[in-house]
Structure formats: C-alpha cells, structure tokens
C-alpha cells in the first residue's frame, strides 16, 4: 500500500509540520513582555505551564492558544492534501518541531498543548477525551504533569481501542511515547513527592 501519492506532499508536510512546531511562542512572547528569557525561570521550559509561573496569566494563556494552534493548524492544512496517512505525520512532526526545536538547540517543550489540538484535529472525540481526563486529573491531583501523563495514555488506550485508522493510531501512539518521555523528570519527581503543584488561584 503506498501511504503518500506523491513525495512532493510528504516532503511539504514534513517541513511545514516540523517548521511550524519549532516556533517557540513561550520564548518569543515572554520576551515580547518584557519578561526576559522564559528558559532561565521555573523549571526551564519553555510552554504555558512555566510561563504561568512568571504570574503573567494572560501570557501563559497566549503561550497555550499558538502552542495548541500550531498542532491544529499543522494537521488541518494537511488534510486538504491527497493522502489520508498526511494528517497522521504532521500530527507527529508539528509536535517534534515543539519538543526539539533547531533553533533552540533541539532543546524545547514538552508538547502537551501542541497535541492536546494535534490530536483534537486528528479526532474531536480523541480530543474531548483528553481535555477531560487532564482536567479531572487536575482538579483531583493539582499535577500538571500527571494530568497531562493520564490525558495521553487514555487517548491511546481510546485510540487503538475505537479508530480503525492504522496512520492515525500510530501518529496517537507516537504522540503518548513522546509525551511521556518529556515528561521522564517530572515522573521521577512524582515518585518521590516532590513534583510543584498547580496552585489554587491557577486552576
């Protein structure tokens, strides 16, 4: 089976994708406001969780809509492309591009707000899923990373369990394998007792 009708749109896709993903909103809004360099505050990352720690809610608000927009902008475009497996890569490469920036020294997010919207774009159910485990787990735990841990393997459990999409399963599967590993610092910290809560005020 031939997954791309041309090496054209994939190679398209793949730039883009990734090109898009790369754009480090946190860093670049951050230093907009005036805020300085978002990687030198927190916990060093560069998304809407750490920005919110700068006490600026209306950034870490604007960090989380280009963030999500890139993950939603990516996997939309593709669709209006000829192969069906298109969405399914730029829903992977968006997020890469988010993860391991080249103009950050491959050093980036963690990806939870850019495949929060990927996967929304690839299956609005998938999506819904992962919004409401994330803010159930949130309100529960007060974890920001647990609930984004939790929010990723329900969406791949639901993911292999209800799609028949095979592209589509492996882009989710990919994203969950990805996540996590971003994630391997805070896990430690959650298995010692010691990873930062999300304030009241914030949630």
Known sequence: MVMFDDFG??????????????????LILTRLAGAGDIRQFGSGNIGATNVLRTGNKKLAIATLIFDAGKGATAVLLATHLTSTALPALAAVLVVLGHCFPVWLKFNGGKGVA??????????????????????ITALISRYSSLSALLSMLACVGAGFLVLDD????VAILSLGVLVWSRHHANIGRLLLGKETKIGNKDL
């Open 9 to 26: 749109s994939f190679l398209l896709v793949t730039c883009f994708a990734y090109g898009l993903g790369s754009i480090p909103f946190g």
């Open 114 to 135: 850019t495949s929060l919207a990927a996967l929304a774009a690839l299956n609005i159910h998938i999506g819904g899923l992962f919004v409401s485990v994330w803010l």
């Open 166 to 169: 095979i592209m589509t399963q």
